[in-house]
Every structure is written in structure tokens, then in C-alpha cells.
């Protein structure tokens, strides 16, 4: 599953960028708060003694990865075991010290440098109409028992909404994630009658909290797994007169809608295809109609020097995906469309605290997921994708919003 290992691990000595690598890797290290120890307990540049420590147990095969794919390198030496943390540091501590530095750590003149070192995003990962069913097939259709293992009995797979009136910890994550999607519901105005556009069906909760309402709700996702568990669902529920689930490409969709609703989803657009996206919305409205995006956001100037690059990300979790920025959104649909922003409620932080308890329960419940039959660098790469991400937002360099759109009066 992770890249193969540098051809250079088969020579006697490490090559010319494995030894480039180590000495940048030094330079860099010194600018993180983070230990990094040697075999031997050697440290990698100065640290505080109580940072954060990871340990390389490999050093001449996670240098080499370094020097040859230095954006993707880092993930994949986890997966293969290279390094890891130390006895008594989380690996989301780790990484969060990384992503707080993620601006500062990496010298101008690297910054400057980079493009003639790192991938790009593989034209097979375009998310064509052909290209969004592959690639939402890679992730979404691992396997609904996986997710059921760490995900709330809601089975949301999005940001949670805590009450800040109470302790965070207090809540369950399922009473947390029904507050998120039941406030994008009132947003968007879903009442009895209402004739409501989901585009990301996911497991069918958000449909089957709208048709509770009394909401008559057409549910579009591109996952066959999540299409047949959350027709189950609905069926169980006694709504299946109330939802019509279709395996569909919003693309596709014809008709006309009260509301559109879409959590999460805008990141598998493709920023290629956002104006696509926002016309979509546009065209399927009908008049006074509302829209209610969730969204992960990025700073414009990191989505500008990001967007074109290939990520650990992209490679091994979400093909296709890509995060917008604010000023992104706002471009594109004051350019392409009559939907104009009309309020935004950001809560990045509810996002790391979300993250953190499903890398709790995937730890958990590893034993259980073992058994579906997924391996040990299974286990590592979701362990870093979700430390990695819980990372991002507890430090501010991700973050996540509700956007509420309508249409230019004039």
C-alpha cells in the first residue's frame, strides 16, 4: 500500500538526495518544537527536552524517502514503520507541532525551490464524471463495517457541532453531530414541505433528520456502499415514501429544490469543477431558494501554493480532493453564479475534538477491524490521516464552516 521504498536502498551508501535530506531535515527540525531521536537516542537537531519526541527507527530508508518525494515522504515513512512516536507522546502532539510551524519551518528558499522536487496531482485523479465515481469509490467503499467501528451510531462523517454551554467531553459525539446537522437544516429553512436537495447522501442521517421534518428529500452520492445502507436505514425508519436516494452525480441532477444542503462534500469537487459545482446549485434552486455548504477551509495564500502539488493526502485517503478557501468560494460564486454568502459560522475547533475521538475509537476498535481484513499499514496510514487532521485544526491551519448562500436580489 505506501509507495515502494527508493531504489537507492539497494546501493551500499545512501544517494546524493538521501544525504541531501538529512541535512535539511536538520535545519528544519530546528525551527519545529518537536524531538526527533536517532537510533540510539541520538537527536536530530536541538529540542526541548519535554517537545514532543518521534523516533526514526530507519533512517537511511526515511531519509531516502525524504529526498526523493519530500511532500509525500513523511506520511508514507510512517506507514512503513520508519519512524514513530516515543513511549509517552501522542502522535497527534507530534504532528501538531509540525502543523504549527507549517509556515516558518521550511526556510524561503526552500519554499522557493519546491516545485522542482515535488509530484504533481496525476491527471487520472481529474474528477471527471468518470473520475469523481473512482475516486469517491476509493475511500467511501472501503467498507461500511469499517466505519461503523469509529464513527457515532449517527454514522456522520463530518465535523461534529458541540455546545459550548457544556463541557465538550460531557456530550456524546452523536448528540454533537445531530446539533451540526440540524443546524444546517435550519438554515437552510427545512420544514414540513420543503423540497430539499442533499448533494453527499453519506449514511442518510441528514436525510432522515429532513424528512422528520416532513421535508421531501432527493439524496445524490456517488458510493454505492453509503447508497445501500442508507436506503436500509431509511427503509427502517418508515421514510422511503419521504427520501429518494440516487446513486448520482450532482452534475446530473435535474429538477428544481427549496433548498440545497451539501456537508463536506465541496472538498471532492475538484477546484476545477467549482464553478460547475456552484451552477449547479444555482440552476437546481428554485426561486427564494436556500443553500447550506459545510465546508473545510484553508487560508487563500496555502490554497495557492498547495492546489497544484500532490499530497500524502490525495495519494492514500482522498483522491480528487482538494480544500478551497473563503476568498475561493467567494470568487467563484460571485463569478459564476447569483448565490452570494450570507452568513458563515466557523468551528474549526469542534473539528480536532471531533477527529480526536474517532482516532479513540479506531484505536479502540482495531481488533475489530483487523478482522475485516485490513492490515497493519492500513492501521498506521488512517492512524496518520487522522492525527494529521486533528492536527491541522486544533492549530488553525485548517478550519471548517456552515455557509449560507442566496440569491442576488435586486
Known sequence: ??????????????????????????????????????????????????????????????????????????????????????????????????????????????????????ERVPHRQRNTLQGSRRNVAAHYDLSNDLFAQFLDPSLTYSSALFDDARPWADQSLEEAQLRKVDTALDSAGVGAGTRLLEIGTGWGTLALRAAQRGAHVTTVTLSAEQAALARTRVAVAGLTDAVDIRLQDYREVDGTYDAVVSIEMIEAVGDEYWPTYFQAIDRLLAPGGV??????????DRYLASRRSFSWIQKYIFPGGIIPSMHAIERTTTTHTSLRITSTRRFGPHYAHTLQRWRAAFTAHWPQIAALGFDETFRRMWEFYLAYSEAGFATGYLDVAQIRLGRVTT
Open 1 to 118: 500500500m505506501t509507495g515502494a521504498a527508493p531504489a537507492c536502498l539497494e546501493r551500499t551508501r545512501p544517494c546524493l538526495r538521501a544525504r541531501i535530506a538529512r541535512v535539511l531535515a536538520g535545519r528544519i527540525i530546528a525551527r519545529v518544537p518537536v524531538r526527533v531521536e536517532l537510533p540510539g537516542g541520538a537527536p536530530l537537531g536541538p529540542a526541548p527536552d519535554d517537545a514532543p519526541t518521534i523516533r526514526i527507527a530507519r533512517p537511511r530508508a526515511f531519509f531516502a524517502r525524504l529526498g526523493h518525494s519530500p511532500k509525500i515522504a513523511f506520511g508514507e515513512a510512517y506507514m512503513a514503520g520508519d519512524w514513530r512516536p516515543a513511549p509517552g507522546t501522542d502522535l497527534g502532539a507530534a504532528l501538531r507541532s509540525f502543523a504549527a510551524s507549517i509556515t516558518t519551518a521550511v526556510p524561503g528558499w526552500m519554499q522557493r525551490v519546491r516545485g522542482l522536487v515535488e
Open 291 to 300: 443553500a447550506v455548504l459545510q465546508a473545510i477551509l484553508m487560508a487563500h
